[in-house]
């Protein structure tokens, strides 16, 4: 009898905070465009959330590249097909790994600071200081962050996949010596733009999704360095796995 009290205790919070959040997106989405009116913000965004990220998205790019070609490379040459690897390494990269991955990687890098920064204007209450000035914190500080995730993710994604070819490149040309022509050949044929497209919409909703919890993390945290902690670990935990379901969904729309 506790076990369904709980479950249900537990399901109707889901569903509250749910509710919440959707509530709390649609008023920041109303404020987008009037904060397309400072674009200096939204670029000072980009760079915090995009540009700052791009060593561990580099890094981490090059080695999922390196191992897809080791485990490629592996699997194929039992069908005597190891010179079809660059098509694996395209179609992994492009439509799946890239964007996945890298969404997992903003939520961890990018995603904790937007929640953390925000929180900690609102414990040290700038954002009451900046309603007391008739300067809206939705306009000013939330849909900056929102829109900088959303240009960034993409872009992001597709440096993870360029850099991850590359990395597949060295392993299977240079260490395993993989045909070169047959390598770019197969990954040419492979690069269609229905998986480069699908790769997109995958990037841009990921974008979406986890700039916006981060923002609605921050903008809701208790206003004390414990609750900064625990928003900043539930942006972390909450875009995780909004991106795993949100890739399921766009994948089984675009198919």
Partial sequence: MSLARELRDNGALLLANLGRFTLFSGRLVARVPSALRHPRLIVNQVYNTGALSLVIIMLSGLFVGMVLALTGVDLLQRF??????????????????????????FAGRAGTAVTSEIGLMKATDQLAALQMMAVDPMERICAPR??????????????????????????????????????????????????????????????????????????????????????????????????????????????
């Fill in 146 to 255: 929102l829109l900088g995730g959303v240009i960034a993710m993409p872009l992001l994604a597709a440096i993870f996949s360029v850099v991850g070819l590359v990395g597949a490149y060295l392993i299977a040309v240079r260490v395993l010596h993989v045909d070169p022509g047959q390598f770019w050949s197969e990954l040419k044929d492979a690069m269609r733009s229905r998986y480069v497209r699908e790769g997109i919409w995958k990037s841009c909703a990921f974008g979406l999704a986890c700039s916006a919890i981060a923002v609605y993390q921050g903008y809701v945290a208790q206003a004390t360095p414990e609750g900064v902690g625990r928003a900043t670990t539930r942006t972390v935990v909450t875009s995780s796995v909004a991106v795993l379901v949100l890739d399921y969904i766009v994948t089984a729309v675009l198919l």
């Fill in 80 to 105: 005597g097909s190891e010179e079809e690897v660059g098509a694996v390494a395209a179609v992994a990269l492009v439509k799946e790994l890239g964007p996945v991955v890298t969404a997992l990687l």
